[in-house]
């Protein structure tokens, strides 16, 4: 009988997303094809503490993960519990949605343990999540993005300037931070500064970015060396912007549209874009790519998310299943191309320690 992949599956976090990720995670789950792999359930309660967990439940504001009540074994960063599971493990699906969980330091951590994971190694998840330098970068190779400017903790902030240079209405937003959270759409000018104290709240860095009035799109993208890329959907949203209200709060907030009405050539050059923009921030595995498209079909790259929604209803698997590619495939590919990268980087450092 062929020995079972260990797959942990490391969901819950610090990050304001704790919720979306139990969500993301309880389907993730359900969808490991158990004749193929053994889940090994891995929370992150919001105080930074890891728990070996029977089921995926995490209530507010304790971890309790075993829908039973039964009490569950923590780890302890420094515990030797933790390093004796880790090394149990094969592979690992980390689930954890923004802070502490998509911008590279739990990539880190992992590569420090020599465990392959899904999706975007260090530097792609770092660079993806910070939407100042995610945009340079992008804008350096030529993407569409929307003209925008950056305002760190302690600047001097001039309304008027600020308001002459993108007009009004204005995108402002916390440069590290997922699911819109601290995002404010402004529309007068005494709202501004509001909007820039509560980014402030979340981040030490802002991004001021001009509206672009258009369709949002989304594109999924799955792959290593050669990432290919969905269909594109369509979000029409009910409220002001695709907020964290309209995501995950409001059941009406927002519809989705998959596939997207779009022209043939439209689709084309949205999935050329996404691949490209996928590329020029390092990213692997996965991301979603979300756009905005003008009446003039001109294609405006808006962020990049490495570990996208994970619920059935989320975007990134729903455009794959639209594509041909079902919520357990999508899984299965996930994990073998986390294994692949894992397997070469082994081989170019075996390379090298022979030369050396």
Same mark, same amino acid.
């Given at each position: 009988?062929?020995?079972?992949?260990?797959?942990?599956?490391l969901f819950g976090g610090r990050s304001v997303e704790h919720e979306v990720s139990i969500q993301s995670a309880k389907n993730v789950y359900q969808a490991l094809d158990k004749t193929k792999y053994e889940p090994v359930l891995i929370g992150i309660?919001?105080?930074?503490?890891?728990h070996h967990c029977k089921s995926i439940s995490l209530p507010a504001p304790k971890v309790s993960l075993d829908q039973k009540?039964?009490?569950?074994?923590?780890?302890?960063?420094?515990t030797d519990d933790q390093s004796r599971l880790l090394q149990t493990i094969d592979v690992v699906f980390p689930v954890l949605h923004g802070t502490n969980g998509e911008d590279g330091t739990m990539q880190g951590f992992l590569r420090l343990a020599n465990l392959p994971f899904v999706g975007a190694d260090v530097l792609g998840s770092a660079i993806a999540m910070d939407k100042d330098v995610s945009k340079r970068l992008l804008q350096a190779a030529g993407i569409k993005i929307a003209p925008f400017d950056v305002i760190n903790d302690g600047d001097e902030i001039n309304p008027t300037e600020i308001i002459k240079k993108f007009s009004l209405p204005l995108f402002v937003k916390p440069a590290n931070s997922g699911s819109?959270?601290?995002?404010?759409k402004? *529309?007068?000018?005494?709202? &501004?500064?509001?909007? $820039?104290k509560l980014a402030l709240s979340i981040d030490s860095k802002v991004v001021i970015e001009k509206y672009i009035e258009g369709r949002e799109i989304e594109c999924s993208v799955l792959g290593?060396? *050669?990432?290919?890329?969905? &269909?594109?959907?369509? $979000?029409?949203?009910?409220h002001e912007f695709y907020s964290y209200d309209a995501k995950y709060i409001d059941a009406n907030g927002a519809k989705l549209i998959i596939p997207a009405n779009l022209a043939k050539n439209v689709v084309e050059q949205i999935q050329k874009v996404a691949i490209q923009a996928f590329q020029t921030l390092c990213c692997e595995g996965m991301a979603r790519v979300d756009f905005f498209v003008t009446r003039e079909n001109m294609i405006y790259v808006n962020e990049i998310n490495t570990i996208p929604g994970f619920t059935k209803i989320s975007m990134y698997p729903k455009l794959w299943e639209a594509s041909g590619i079902s919520y357990s495939e999508l899984i299965d590919k996930l994990i073998t191309y986390a294994i692949e990268r894992y397997e070469r980087r082994k081989k170019l450092e075996s390379d090298y320690s022979a030369i050396t």
């Open positions: 009988m062929t020995k079972k992949i260990k797959v942990a599956i309660d919001k105080t930074g503490i890891w009540g039964e009490k569950q074994a923590s780890l302890s960063s420094t819109s959270v601290g995002v404010s402004v *529309k007068n000018n005494s709202d &501004l500064l509001a909007a $820039i290593n060396d *050669k990432p290919m890329a969905s &269909l594109p959907g369509e $979000i029409v949203v009910n």
